[in-house]
């Protein structure tokens, strides 16, 4: 609790300004004060997840050592935190939309000494630990609109938040991001998608039942696809879409023994989507799983990550 009373009084005292000398810092300065706190939740077969919300997969402390794992994972693979062709010197203000526990904006607020770093989530559930001085956390939800002023950020980051964002509402989050990304400035998102090749037929049943699920309860899991359209319908220049196929399994050694277990650890997390759209039931549900890790163990399985970066 510390740890989190620290960082509630670093973005208090980043919101009221101290320390601010950049204009767009300044920018920044003038929003209102936003406090830390746990959002409502309700537990599903032992899992938390948040209510009043989009978000579908869930928020506990198992879920915090996945995306944390899948952090390492993805730094592994990409040998980067970001793809977007930044001018280091030219970068003072950077956000990430749907931070998670902050690993990507810690690590970037170490890469980028000079600029301040603004992570921004539902609920924040970095564990307590010592942060650079260049990092601010915030709560918010990107979908009720961002807590900045317009042309605010150099650099727009937002990864892994597909399954936040119902369909009708990517056209108001891109023009969120937009808004305030400061002119000449970057966005960037990273996201997975449900795309998979080599798939055994266990893992084809499983993505057919997440592709019905999605479109029952509005979600679009193919948005990717579309990403680089939209952010050209949307302005920017220099857009940028890349697919990044992966392996899955020991087939692809140690990256993808790690996605293996990465995708083994959020397939779970979807159990509840399942089982209100399409009443899938528990014992169904996890003979499949165990079956996918096994052909997963034997199959050549790839799975597909979407990378689209544009400038305003
Ligand atoms: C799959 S996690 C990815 C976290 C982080 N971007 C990463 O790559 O490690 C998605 C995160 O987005 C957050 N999120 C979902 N919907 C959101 C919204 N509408 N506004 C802000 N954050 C949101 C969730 O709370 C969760 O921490």
Redesign the pocket.
């Known amino acids: 609790m510390d740890g989190q009373e620290t960082q509630v009084s670093l973005a208090q005292r980043e919101l009221v300004g101290v320390g601010s000398t950049h204009p767009r810092r300044q920018a920044i300065a003038q929003q209102p004060t936003v406090r830390l706190a746990q959002a409502s939740s309700v537990a599903v077969f032992a899992r938390r997840y ?1 209510i009043d ?3 579908l ?1 869930p ?1 506990d402390l198992i879920e915090a050592n996945r ?1 944390d794992f ?2 390492f994972y993805l730094k592994h693979v990409l040998k980067s935190n970001y793809l977007a062709p930044l001018n280091k010197e030219q970068v003072h203000t950077i956000l ?6 902050g ?2 904006v810690i690590e970037m607020a170490r890469a980028f000494p000079q600029a301040r770093v603004y992570g ?4 924040w ?1 970095t564990p307590p630990q010592k942060l650079p001085p260049n990092v601010a956390f915030l709560q ?4 009720e609109g961002l807590p900045f002023s317009d042309h605010t950020f150099d650099y727009v980051h ?4 597909a ?3 119902p369909a009708k509402k990517w056209p108001f989050l891109l023009q969120e991001l937009q808004r305030v990304t400061a002119p000449g400035g970057w966005i960037e998102l990273f996201e997975g998608g449900d795309t998979f090749v080599n798939a055994g037929p266990a893992l084809r049943l499983f993505i057919e039942w997440y592709r019905q699920a999605c479109k029952r309860a509005g979600y679009d899991p193919a948005i990717m696809d579309r990403l680089g359209n939209l952010f050209q319908s949307l302005g920017l220049r220099n857009v940028r879409l890349e697919t990044l196929s992966v392996p899955v399994g020991p087939w692809g050694r140690h990256e993808g023994v790690m996605l293996q277990k990465n995708l083994m650890a959020t397939f779970p997390g979807l159990f509840p989507l399942l089982q209100q759209q399409l009443n899938i039931d528990e014992r169904q549900f996890n003979i499949v799983l165990r079956e996918i890790n096994r052909e997963m163990e034997i199959m050549q399985v790839e799975y597909q990550y979407y990378v689209v970066y544009g400038q305003k």
């Open positions: 948040l919300t989009d978000y997969l928020k995306l899948q952090h990430d939309v749907g931070c998670g526990t690993r990507w921004i989530d539902l609920e559930s918010g939800d990107v979908l937002q990864r892994l938040l399954l936040g964002i």
